[in-house]
């Protein structure tokens, strides 16, 4: 396993964890107050935007080093 892939890891779901924390206790004892509710959209977007640049980094990352294994011979075009 790669050493970046695991701080990422730790990044994304430490994130995820606080982020649905947040929500599972909003949801069960808070207030239906604007703040609240503002603070559950918040969470929902940034779960969303954390999700998004997991996989899109996982896909770029693989990208690269599927790039980086090709000899040179098999980047030419055919001709």
Not at 29 to 51: E, H, Q, Y
Not at 52 to 76: C, M, N
Request: glycine fraction near 10%; charged fraction near 25%; charge should be positive.
């Amino acid at each position: 396993m790669d050493r970046s892939w695991f701080w990422r890891r730790v990044a994304v779901f430490s994130t995820l964890g606080v982020c649905f924390a947040l929500l599972f206790w909003l949801a069960l004892f808070g207030k239906d107050t604007g703040l609240n509710r503002d603070i559950v959209s918040g969470a929902f977007m940034l779960l969303g935007i954390v999700i998004t640049g997991y996989v899109f980094g996982a896909v770029w990352d693989d990208k690269i080093k599927g790039s980086e294994r090709r000899s040179p011979d098999e980047t030419r075009p055919l001709p």
